[in-house]
């Protein structure tokens, strides 16, 4: 159903030169390049939001914060105001994941 919808997703003018490649079925992993993978995280609402059924899981809570997270260290410019919230953002990315998923290590580019 995703990579259906990730094909069938109107991606315009960069992005659309940078179409995230098919998520593989295990789930273990995501393949492309970062670019690729930032444009699926950027667009992830708008593909599925309408699928996840409880807005309040903590797993999509989750992903929004990596959303997050993923924005504020790609933007062009910060304020030192932005820096200090982008440290609360990681921090609390890094303890939810920590909470769900205990025994899955970060990987070296989980950056």
């Known amino acids: 159903m995703l990579n259906n919808r990730i094909h069938k997703f109107p991606f315009a003018s960069a992005?659309?030169?940078?179409?995230?490649a098919d998520v593989p079925s295990t789930g273990d992993r995501l393949g492309?390049?970062?670019?690729?993978?930032?444009?699926?995280?950027?667009?992830?609402?708008l593909?599925?939001?309408d699928r996840?059924?409880?807005?309040?899981?903590a797993v999509w809570q989750l992903v929004?914060?990596?959303?997050k997270m993923t924005s504020l260290i790609c933007s062009a410019r910060l304020s030192s105001a932005d820096v200090a919230y982008m440290q609360i953002v990681i921090e609390k990315y890094l303890e939810v994941r920590h909470?769900?998923?205990p025994n899955v290590s970060?990987?070296?580019k989980h950056h």
Do not use: C, S, Y
Not at 52 to 57: E, L, S, T
Not at 64 to 67: A, R, S, V
């Open 15 to 20: 992005d659309a030169a940078n179409k995230p």
């Open 32 to 45: 492309g390049h970062a670019i690729q993978n930032w444009t699926l995280l950027r667009f992830l609402g």
């Open 47 to 49: 593909i599925i939001g």
């Open 52 to 57: 996840v059924v409880n807005k309040d899981d």
């Open 64 to 67: 929004l914060l990596m959303i």
């Open 99 to 101: 909470e769900l998923f």
């Open 106 to 108: 970060l990987g070296p």
